[in-house]
């Protein structure tokens, strides 16, 4: 008798494979420890919670001006989402460790390449928030409050205080990743080297159009503050590639 007809190596017809086994392998790995990292990070959000004082003062520095509220729940709602903030930062290294473990699965990742690319992603969202902070946030926020006047005087809300710093900080934190996505995505086939050095141009428009839009000022200096470090990030992911001979 025949054997059955194969609609892929070894797999029966009839019997449908998955449309996109790499994502479904990636969520599968992530699932298993999917719990460890919940559990994690909310332990780390009680504890930034009770912390949350201090952290309100600290970013209080950059404003100079008392904040206030306009509804019973607002301050307690701006306290969790400080806490969610700093909880982020604090069990960063465990979650892109997670992460890295998790994109292993599908793309074959020696144990070498996930420590090495769970180093540099955390070093570099760090240094992206860190960078935020010191610079665009603080030119921005002494911008921005510089239109008041006697007559014309900031009343500024805690929820909406916390919500402006955090998105800007956590997004400078994100495209600070830059480098890691390229070498990421040349190293396992799915963009490769020379559409990195052939697109420039394309890349420099991009992140013109991202500083428009992730400044907290429209301002030419806070855009460059934000353009000119991303654009480097991108030369250097380049130079990766060419060092470890990545195609």
């Known amino acids: ?22 994502l479904v392998a990636f969520a599968s790995a992530l699932r298993r420890q999917g719990l460890f990292l919940l559990l994690t990070f909310l332990g780390a959000t009680v504890g930034a919670y009770l912390l949350s004082p ?30 969610v903030g700093a909880a982020l930062l604090a069990t960063l290294p465990l979650l892109a460790s997670g992460l890295w473990r998790a994109l292993a ?11 090495l690319f769970t180093i540099c992603t955390c070093l570099l969202f760090y240094g992206g928030a860190l960078f935020c902070y010191l610079l665009p946030l603080s ?57 990195f050095e ?5 890349a420099i428009l991009l992140i013109s159009i991202v500083a428009a839009l992730l400044t907290p000022t429209p301002d030419i200096f806070n855009m460059m503050l934000m353009g000119l470090p991303l654009y480097g990030l991108y030369e250097v992911g380049i130079v990766i590639l060419r060092i470890m001979d990545v195609r």
């Open 1 to 22: 008798m025949a054997d059955a007809p194969l609609t892929t190596i070894g797999q029966p017809e009839g019997q449908k494979s998955a449309p996109y086994p790499r």
């Open 54 to 83: 201090k952290l309100f003062a600290l970013l209080q520095g950059h404003l100079h001006q008392k904040l206030v509220f306009y509804t019973v729940a607002e301050p307690f709602v701006a306290h969790v989402k400080l806490a």
């Open 105 to 115: 699965v599908p793309f074959k990742l020696s144990r070498a390449s996930q420590v």
């Open 139 to 195: 030119y921005g926020i002494d911008f921005l409050l510089s239109f008041g006047s006697a007559e014309l005087r900031p009343l500024i809300s805690i929820d909406q205080f916390v919500t402006f710093v955090g998105v800007f900080v956590l997004s400078f934190g994100l495209i600070f990743e830059l480098p890691v996505f390229m070498v990421f995505t040349a190293k396992v086939g799915l963009l490769p080297r020379a559409l």
């Open 198 to 202: 052939r697109s420039r141009r394309y």
